[in-house]
């Protein structure tokens, strides 16, 4: 059974940084699998943050977080990390990672392609 993990969310300050983890256990990635941040503020609907292939050859981001959002992932660790600085007050969601196993040829935006989620982290950013 595959289940993702995320943590490290949190409360902080306009301009501070952060780092969420999401830990997945009860598979073993190709290099064609593809992990994916998605988040969902309040009375908002969930959209797209980062995507990375699991080989680390591609990556994606949102026009809204690119230069300040790094996603990667650890192969050893089964872990993917989204390494958030100069966070902004609009920046506040929940964040979910996700999982598109469908060896797809690129990285999809669109959250309904990925097949497996985690439960979510709240981030927090007061101005």
């Known amino acids: 059974q595959v289940q993702l993990v995320e943590s490290g969310g949190g409360l902080v300050q306009a301009g501070g940084s952060l780092r969420l983890s999401c830990a997945a256990s009860?598979?073993?990635?190709?290099?064609?699998?593809?992990m994916g941040w998605f988040r969902q503020a309040p009375g908002k609907e969930r959209a797209f943050v980062a995507g990375?292939?699991?080989?680390?050859?591609?990556?994606l981001y949102a026009d809204s977080v690119k230069g300040r959002f790094t996603i990667s992932r650890d192969n050893a660790k089964n872990t993917v990390f989204l390494q958030m600085n100069s966070l902004r007050p609009e920046d506040t969601a929940v964040y979910f990672c996700a999982a598109d196993l469908s060896f797809a040829t690129s990285i999809a935006t669109t959250g309904s392609v990925y097949e497996y989620w985690g439960q979510g982290t709240q981030v927090t950013v007061s101005s």
């Open positions: 009860g598979l073993t990635f190709s290099t064609y699998h593809i």
């Open positions: 990375i292939r699991w080989s680390g050859s591609r990556t």
